[in-house]
């Protein structure tokens, strides 16, 4: 069975590993010109700053994966979840937000956070060595336009003008690039036009000056700011140290716009002294999607199967949120492919 799969973030890459580690043969379509999605490499010189705060889970599907992938040197220290502070309330609540990213998120939290090794690049290079190691043809830099139906499946996909035969899809790309494909076919998308982005600004900085201390994240329920110091020795440019340098990641949970990026400024400057002058890197995102819908407009993967067609990414239910479900969405549409 030849399957293609459409999106070459976290979930596309986890249905590549799984589909060809069950015996299809693979095509990857990615548009942009770098597979990883959200969470692809960006050049920040000696330092390593993440596309945003991303911190893995201990026990989430994505470690998961990385143990089988045999990826012992991406798995790397654990986050100091005991430093994390609370302003005016429960470290636990602040934790709660950083295991979700969101504001309304009340989960107990059990998680224990990853600090990867060489940030999230490292993690996103592991994933591309495993598709490359089981002969996944890849089309990177190129946008699959159309999709093709013959008898109501899946047929093939038109890529930059081209026809590339295939016999199902997995779509692991977000709702607002996945409707227009599926009505252009014809088929009702209702619910992934009804998936609200929610959006944050972000702010992510090297420091050459410990200026969190003691610790080691801060959250303040008024605003809805979050902000973790994950510097570490493998994240700074040779000859610092870890303990006289910050790696600070910042988003605004409460939304996006530049005024929410001003509340994160406004509570580092009432938190973090000194931060602006020993600034070295910095990265201002006004606004950024951290989850393409709430948890209640989350879409079936299978709501087109029937055409051939399974859904993958964060939009779509599982049992976890942000990149973990994009990994569990991703490794489960090989299943439903099979099924
Ligand atoms: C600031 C920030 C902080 C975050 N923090 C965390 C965290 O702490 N922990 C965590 O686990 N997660 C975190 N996340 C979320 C995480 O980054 C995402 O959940 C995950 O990367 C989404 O992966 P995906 O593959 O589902 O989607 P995407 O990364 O959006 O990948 C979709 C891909 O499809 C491609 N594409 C789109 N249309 C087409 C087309 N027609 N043809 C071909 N390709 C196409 C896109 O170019 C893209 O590469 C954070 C996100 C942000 C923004």
Known sequence: MRVAVVGGGVAG???C???AADGAEVILVEARDTLGGMARMRNTGDWVIDPGLHLMRKKGPLNQLLRKLRAPRV?????????FFSISSDRNDGLSKLENMSISSTSKVSTEFIIPRGGWSSIIGRLIVAVNQLNVEIYVGEKVESIILQ????QSIIVNGKKIHCDKIVLAI???EAAPLLKSIGLKTSKLDSCEPQLSAALDMAIEAKVMSPYSGIFDPKSGVIAIDIAQKD???PGREADECSIIHAVNLRGDGNNALEEIKNLLDSRCAGWRSHLSKRRSTPSIMIHPCTLEQRIQASVY???GIILAGAHVISDYTLSDASVSTGRNASKLIHH
């Open 17 to 19: 590993i799984q589909l």
């Open 235 to 237: 994240r700074i440019p």
């Open 151 to 154: 008898n109501k499946k899946v």
């Open 174 to 176: 977000p709702p607002s």
């Open 305 to 307: 199967a029937s055409s």
């Open 13 to 15: 890459l986890s249905a």
């Open 75 to 83: 798995i790397g220290e654990q986050f100091r979840q005991m430093d």
